[in-house]
């Protein structure tokens, strides 16, 4: 069941910007909840071809803040170094 991979920690990061979801994932959710991707998002329905341009945004969303989100570690690590 694809609601196995969820978690209270993954959900809350989505609400708070964090994170998104991956593409794949969302797919996956949609198909399980019998709804488009579109409707997931809170948006009208989006035409096919732009479906594959919405996942490469959300990929490159996705490492943007993966990107941060390393760059946050390294600055608390070094910050509790200094202490």
Do not use: H
């Not at 708070?16 to 399980?32: C, I, M, Q, R, T």
């Amino acid at each position: 069941m694809l609601f196995c991979k969820f978690n209270c920690k993954l959900i809350s990061k989505w609400e708070k910007g964090y994170s998104v979801p991956d593409a794949d994932l969302l797919s996956k959710l949609a198909d399980e909840l019998d709804v488009s991707v579109s409707e997931l998002l809170g948006k009208d329905e989006i035409p096919a071809e732009e479906t594959d341009s919405l996942s490469n945004q959300l990929a490159r969303i996705n490492e943007q803040l993966s990107i941060r989100n390393r760059r946050a570690k390294r600055v608390w690590k070094v910050q509790l170094c200094l202490l």
